[in-house]
């Protein structure tokens, strides 16, 4: 086997046993990339040397005789919205094209320090607004699968890049879906952790109460590994929580007998595709055939989700992309007459219509005599969205629903029906809303052998049943770290 095709841990076992080196691992994955890079379209910067610079820094540490740290050594990329000192932060938009931050977030800071070799950055939807990765000011990145496809939004770039091999594991960030609708549609393990877990510092914010990093892998102890290196309070963060986080690998056990599982009717209605619904219906069993109980229950004030979201997103959107006007940093129009004109040719020109279309939203939602109509109310809706799952949650350990509505979807599709582009996020926006934790995992593919996501939703903080779960599903079925070569 090729080793780009590698699990993570995969990899990290071969390197502490010395069977590979560092440089070898980061060969590998950088000659894998010079051969699909120009059909998938992951990347928007990459930078080759750096990354072998890095990688022959852990060779010479494990020469000396120190033990690789968990993920050292491994090939990774970070999606474009998270600062990299010394790297570009474009966030795919005009406006941010030359800005080079002179600090690492603190998720980047904590993956450097365990000796992680970051390849480069990820493409993604402009500012993280979208669920195609189709409005980024650079390039369209196509699905691994089927290259006529889209892979999600708006960590695109991020779930693209494990599909394809390009990385061992990857970044990205969830604010309505971002993590695990591209993770569905490209049959890679996506997880959101609860609100507050992993630090938003050095994250560029789109909806500061909703956004959320999290990592997208090939498989479900992957996924418990890089979450293990990046939780943890961070006093940089005000959001970030203080509490004692576990060994999230202690979680991966094959047994879910006595577990609890809630299955929301309202995932399976209208607009759910019938052979997504028959997926997750045939995951849903298997859980009961390896011990697990279910039933089926009610989130009543989930189909108000999707509007409360827009509203809530896009008023937050607005306010945090408000510093975006030519004066300190970023884009700035070359012709103007006065500063009005400047602040105004400035953002004409340096944004994409979807966030002009996001901003405009969200400043009607908050302008007077329209907030209490609008923003105030999506606000109450989002507290009767959180006691649904609250009570829930007093019965079930987990809840089982489907990830995205359809299987990837054509390019260029949905691009000129932004109402039809918002409902991709559906089945995903209500977590975001409630800060909680949930995971993508693979389930089947569909009649045209695009991957179907199964979505695992779990408490808060209790990130280790989610994986127990999802390791648990994982180990039973054939859909771990399928290809798309191998269809």
Not at 8 to 31: D, F, G, M, P, T
Not at 65 to 76: D, F, S, Y
Not at 405 to 427: H, Q, W
Request: charged share 25%.
């Amino acid at each position: 086997m090729e080793l780009y095709r590698l699990t993570a841990h995969e990899a990290y076992e071969k390197l502490k046993k010395r069977e590979v080196s560092a440089r070898e691992l980061a060969q590998s994955v950088i000659k894998h990339i010079e051969d699909v890079e120009q059909s998938i379209g992951a990347y928007i910067h990459l930078d080759f040397d750096a990354a072998l610079k890095q990688a022959d820094d852990v060779d010479r540490h494990i020469d000396e005789g120190h033990e690789v740290p968990l993920l050292g050594g491994l090939p990774i990329a970070i999606k474009d919205n998270m600062c990299t000192e010394g790297i570009a932060t474009t966030c795919a938009s005009r406006m941010l094209a030359d800005f080079v931050p002179p600090y690492d977030a603190t998720v980047v800071r904590r993956l450097k320090e365990r000796q992680a070799v970051v390849l480069g950055k990820l493409n993604m939807d402009e500012f993280a607004m979208g669920s195609s990765t189709e409005t980024s000011a650079f390039k369209k990145t196509k699905n691994p699968w089927d290259t006529d496809r889209v892979p999600g939004g708006s960590s695109g770039g991020s779930a693209a890049a494990v599909a394809a091999d390009e990385a061992f594991f990857t970044l990205g960030s969830d604010t309505g879906g971002s993590i695990r609708q591209p993770a569905s549609l490209c049959g890679v393990v996506g997880m959101k952790p609860t609100y507050g877990a992993v630090s938003r510092y050095g994250l560029v914010a789109f909806a500061s109460s909703l956004d959320q990093i999290g990592p997208l892998t090939k498989d479900v102890k992957d996924c418990a590994m890089v979450l293990n290196a990046i939780v943890g309070h961070d006093p940089y963060d005000a959001t970030s929580v203080s509490r004692s986080y576990p060994d999230y690998t202690s979680a991966l056990i094959d047994d879910v007998k006595g577990i609890k599982i809630g299955v929301p009717k309202e995932f399976f209605g209208q607009g759910i595709n019938e052979e997504v619904k028959s997926a997750v219906t045939k995951a849903i069993e298997l859980f009961k055939e390896m011990g697990a109980d279910y039933e089926e229950t009610s989130l009543p004030y989930t189909d108000h989700a999707l509007s409360a979201y827009y509203l809530i997103a896009s008023a937050e959107a607005s306010s945090n992309l408000g510093r975006y006007d030519g004066v300190k940093y970023g884009y700035r129009a070359a012709q103007y007459d006065d500063m009005i004109d400047m602040y105004k040719k400035t953002r004409s020109e340096g944004f994409g219509s979807e966030v002009k279309r996001r901003i405009m939203l969200g400043t009607y939602a908050l302008s007077s005599g329209y907030y209490d109509a609008y923003y105030l109310k999506a606000l109450k809706v989002r507290t009767l969205i959180t006691r649904d799952f609250q009570r829930a949650f007093e019965k079930y350990d987990v809840l089982v629903v489907p990830t995205s509505p359809t299987t990837a979807f054509k390019i260029g599709e949905r691009l000129d029906n932004p109402m039809e582009m918002y409902l991709s996020d559906v089945c995903t926006v209500p977590v975001n809303i409630a800060g909680l934790p949930a995971i993508s995992i693979p389930c089947g593919l569909d009649g045209r052998g695009l991957p179907i996501g199964l979505q695992i939703i779990g408490k808060a903080f209790d990130e280790e049943t989610i994986l127990r779960v999802a390791y648990a599903f994982e180990s039973n079925t054939p859909y771990h770290n399928q290809k798309p070569s191998e269809r």
